[in-house]
Antibody, heavy 119, light 113 residues
Framework: EVQLVESGGGLVQPGGSLRLSCTAS????????MTWVRQAPGKGLEWVAT????????YYVDSVEGRFTVSRDNTKNSLFLQMDSLRAEDTAVYHC????????????WGQGTLVTVSS | DIVMTQSPDSLAVSLGERATINCKSS????????????LAWYQHKPGQPPKLLIY???TRESGVPDRFSGTGSGTDFTLTISSLQAEDVAVYYC?????????FGQGTKLEIK
């Protein structure tokens, strides 16, 4: 069974940085587009960033453009999200998501890691 | 960006009855070259990650019970649960993947009446 396990969440002050990681197993990671989706407390799902299977294309929601950077290491089956200049509104559970059938169809999800931005 | 709007925001249905959730996109998500609607539905239960139910607007994901069905085309879509079971209590989201700047609906909370 495919497993996506996120790590790196925690409490950070406004303006600070955090790097999320996601490790995939039982999954041909290098073949698939990967995405970060977040859910703020009491809110709905929000797409954050997507990276193409070979890392050559990256896409971001407007609210994180210029502050967040998505990357991947296909040799280590790992996905990353570097989050800089964090704001209170970035507080959320961040899910690592895989698209195996078509880019944009989110068929595998990690449990998520909580990021709290607060002073 | 394509805006996805779901209705209603919440819904209470009796066990065994039909539940219907609507989703409207601000522009068509039907790709003319392959005649496919780039629309998916997800189920999200507390404490669990979201689960893919339906993609291409009407294709059920493997393992999803056949009481779940998706219909619609262009800008208007519907998720129907034909006979509500207790385990179907969740928040349901539609999502477009027509544009790579993917967007979700705001969610519909489904409860038992």
């Amino acid at each position: 069974e495919v497993q996506l396990v996120e790590s790196g969440g925690g409490l950070v002050q406004p303006g600070g940085s955090l790097r999320l990681s996601c490790t995939a197993s039982r999954f041909t990671f290098s073949n698939y587009w990967m995405t970060w989706v977040r859910q703020a407390p009491g809110k709905g799902l929000e797409w954050v960033a997507t990276i193409k299977d070979d890392g050559s294309q990256k896409y971001y929601v407007d609210s994180v453009e210029g502050r967040f950077t998505v990357s991947r290491d296909n040799t280590k089956n790992s996905l990353f999200l570097q989050m800089d200049s964090l704001r209170a509104e970035d507080t959320a559970v961040y899910h690592c998501v895989g698209s195996t059938s078509w880019a944009g169809i989110f068929d595998y999800w990690g449990q998520g890691t909580l990021v709290t931005v607060s002073s | 960006d394509i805006v996805m709007t779901q209705s209603p925001d919440s819904l209470a249905v009796s066990l065994g009855e039909r539940a219907t959730i609507n989703c409207k996109s601000s522009q068509s998500v039907l790709y003319s070259s392959n005649n496919k609607n780039f629309l998916a539905w997800y189920q999200h239960k507390p404490g669990q990650p979201p689960k893919l139910l339906i993609y291409w607007a009407s294709t059920r994901e493997s393992g999803v019970p056949d009481r779940f069905s998706g219909t619609g085309s262009g800008t208007d879509f519907t998720l129907t649960i034909s006979s509500l079971q207790a385990e179907d209590v969740a928040v349901y989201y539609c999502q477009q993947y027509y544009e790579t700047r993917y967007t979700f609906g705001q969610g519909t909370k489904l409860e038992i009446k």
